[in-house]
């Protein structure tokens, strides 16, 4: 019998790995104030590094939802249908409070905790994190109408994931969705043209007509939503099925033909007289989204930093079991180098994300820290900026690290490699980030002094830093076409926070390259030209995956 067949030099299938068992996590997850979450993190980081977690979150990226907008005898019903396992990934993510949790608990520390579960159920499937994150962020923007939080709040924070058309109130739990932008606008919110007629009778109550571009998860319980009121434009919580049992009067227009995000289902809706609830006053309405849209950043960057680390964890799995030219990939020269600057990126990324999720504890939670929720102003704008915008370069170069094998749909880098974009696109394009954190600074410049209290309590820990610091302090005082320069401010903004980060909560040899690498100018513009001198023995050691049945034979 021929062996032309016979599999050689090919890597074992990356299963049965404990995604959380990845030390930048778990020391953030420490030094935040959230050790006590550490078992369950454990528990989701083996079930979302298992055969059948993976096997879910495959079946919903190949069989995306479609739309079905009449029944078989002509009947509007304007359903979208999921694959099976979407239901399993939300009913996961519900069950362990990745949605609303910290509302609801209120204990110290249960955003950082929050957090670190989000960046490791994330590397299973990302689309269904948007409702998720969207049902997160919902609910401190929903309190600025106390009624109407009363009512629907415990809903949003319930551990029970009850899918389905019916009364909000007549469910065990509820999903919130975000329809804000229009075909004419995007971004620019102000330019909506949907309108929001009071119906009269004086309880908040308003008819919405118009076309929203973007609704994703158009299946949600209830939606946050942008209108022209009389009184400017306003914020409107808009229940997909009223309190009588009849059907809002929302139509599915289409589905979005997506360039990744493919499990998750984003529609063109019409509000063809839709009953809304006012949130907020009227005129106030980009004032009190824009609470929602600040906890959806959050996430974005988790999101980036969880698809980073998932990239390095391919990369290095495969590097680890493929030999060339007589020896592992891994223990190539160059190869180790690229690993290495891959690695680097990832932990930069994953203890900015945490550090600002303990911003949001500290800034949300009963005796608000004001320092704390300045600082998480700025860290937010700049940290999303920063780290969406690396990760397509970090997915592509991970997924090259694979050479062919990881071009093909099987490997799952293309997935990968196709989300990567969205976080950086999502609530605000990288241009709208880094305005916006200009604007934070320029109307409240308490934030700056807030932002270099945070880097300055690494002073003293790297020359490298202090210069960088200093150098910062210079670009800011200077306003000489600061728009024009927004990205270039606020980018070396974030390297200095991830900096001085790495130096207080990281290890020293990832803190080190990254210093040398992106603060001291002793590196490329691509992945793998970290300098002479760098550790990467240490720095590969900490990113390997590990744990479940990882490695055993």
């Keep these: 019998m021929p062996t032309t067949h016979e599999v050689t030099n090919q890597p074992p299938p990356l299963t049965s790995y404990d995604v959380s068992a990845y030390p930048a996590l778990l020391e953030s997850l420490r030094a935040h104030g959230a050790s006590w979450a550490e078992d369950e993190v454990r528990e989701l980081g083996l079930l979302a590094g298992g055969p059948q977690a993976q096997e879910w979150a495959r079946s919903v990226e190949e069989q995306p939802p479609v739309l079905r907008t009449h029944d078989r005898y002509g009947h509007r019903i304007d359903e979208v249908e999921f694959h099976p396992h979407w239901h399993d990934l939300m009913r996961t993510a519900v069950g362990h409070g990745l949605h609303a949790?910290?509302?609801?608990?209120?204990?110290?520390?249960?955003?950082?905790?929050?957090?670190?579960?989000?960046?490791?159920?994330?590397?299973?499937?990302?689309?269904?994190?948007?409702?998720?994150?969207?049902?997160?962020?919902?609910?401190?923007?929903?309190?600025?109408?106390?009624d109407l939080a009363a009512a629907y709040e415990p809903l949003l924070t319930s551990a029970a994931y009850d899918f389905g058309l019916r009364p909000p109130t007549a469910k065990s739990g509820l999903i919130a969705g975000m329809s804000m932008t229009e075909k004419q606008g995007g971004s620019d919110v102000r330019a909506n043209t949907t309108r929001a007629v009071p119906a009269g009778d004086g309880d908040g109550l308003y008819a919405l007509t118009g076309h929203k571009w973007f609704t994703s998860a158009p299946m949600s319980d209830v939606f946050l939503t942008l209108a022209q009121a009389p009184g400017g434009l306003s914020c409107f919580l808009v229940p997909r099925v009223l309190a009588d049992g009849t059907r809002n009067a929302i139509q599915l227009m289409r589905l979005?033909?997506?360039?990744?995000?493919?499990?998750?289902?984003?529609?063109?809706?019409?509000?063809?007289?839709?009953?809304?609830?006012?949130?907020?006053?009227?005129?106030?309405?980009?004032?009190?989204?824009?609470?929602?849209?600040?906890?959806?950043?959050?996430?974005?960057?988790?999101?980036?930093?969880?698809?980073?680390?998932?990239?390095?964890?391919?990369?290095?799995?495969?590097?680890?079991?493929?030999?060339?030219?007589?020896?592992?990939?891994?223990?190539?020269?160059?190869m180790a180098n690229v690993l290495a600057d891959l690695a680097v990126e990832a932990e930069a990324a994953t203890v900015a994300?945490?550090?600002?999720?303990?911003?949001?504890?500290?800034?949300?939670?009963?005796?608000?820290?004001?320092?704390?929720?300045?600082?998480?102003?700025?860290?937010?704008?700049?940290?999303?900026?920063?780290?969406?915008?690396?990760?397509?370069?970090?997915?592509?170069?991970?997924?090259?690290?694979?050479?062919?094998?990881?071009?093909?749909?099987?490997?799952?880098?293309?997935?990968?490699?196709?989300?990567?974009?969205?976080?950086?696109?999502?609530?605000?394009?990288?241009?709208?980030?880094?305005?916006?954190?200009?604007?934070?600074?320029?109307?409240?410049?308490?934030?700056?002094?807030?932002?270099?209290?945070?880097?300055?309590?690494?002073?003293?820990?790297?020359?490298?830093?202090?210069?960088?610091?200093?150098?910062?302090?210079?670009?800011?005082?200077?306003?000489?076409?600061?728009?024009?320069?927004?990205?270039?401010?606020?980018?070396?903004?974030?390297?200095?926070?991830?900096g001085a980060l790495l130096h207080r909560h990281g290890d020293a040899a990832v803190a080190d390259a990254f210093c040398a690498s992106r603060l001291a100018g002793d590196g490329g513009l691509a992945f793998g030209t970290l300098p002479p001198g760098a550790d990467t023995d240490t720095i590969l050691k900490r990113a390997r995956p590990t744990g479940g049945e990882y490695g055993r034979s």
């Design 256 to 334: 979005k033909d997506k360039l990744g995000n493919r499990s998750n289902a984003s529609a063109e809706i019409e509000y063809e007289g839709a009953v809304g609830h006012l949130v907020g006053e009227e005129g106030e309405g980009v004032k009190t989204i824009i609470k929602m849209v600040n906890m959806t950043r959050l996430d974005c960057a988790l999101a980036t930093a969880g698809g980073m680390r998932l990239g390095v964890v391919q990369a290095l799995h495969h590097a680890e079991h493929r030999r060339a030219f007589g020896a592992r990939l891994a223990d190539q020269p160059l």
């Design 101 to 146: 949790a910290p509302w609801r608990e209120r204990t110290p520390g249960a955003h950082v905790a929050r957090a670190a579960k989000l960046f490791v159920w994330g590397q299973t499937d990302a689309g269904h994190l948007c409702p998720v994150s969207m049902t997160y962020a919902a609910v401190p923007a929903l309190r600025t109408a106390p």
């Design 353 to 498: 994300g945490m550090r600002l999720a303990g911003a949001v504890d500290r800034g949300e939670t009963g005796g608000a820290d004001e320092q704390e929720a300045l600082f998480r102003r700025i860290g937010l704008a700049v940290t999303k900026y920063w780290v969406c915008k690396r990760g397509p370069a970090h997915a592509a170069e991970a997924l090259e690290c694979l050479g062919g094998n990881g071009y093909v749909e099987e490997s799952g880098m293309p997935r990968l490699y196709r989300e990567a974009p969205l976080p950086s696109i999502w609530e605000g394009s990288g241009n709208v980030a880094a305005l916006d954190a200009l604007r934070a600074m320029a109307r409240r410049p308490e934030t700056v002094t807030a932002f270099f209290a945070e880097v300055g309590a690494a002073a003293g820990a790297d020359a490298r830093l202090d210069a960088a610091i200093g150098r910062l302090r210079k670009d800011l005082a200077d306003v000489t076409a600061v728009e024009y320069r927004a990205r270039r401010v606020v980018e070396s903004m974030a390297l200095v926070l991830q």
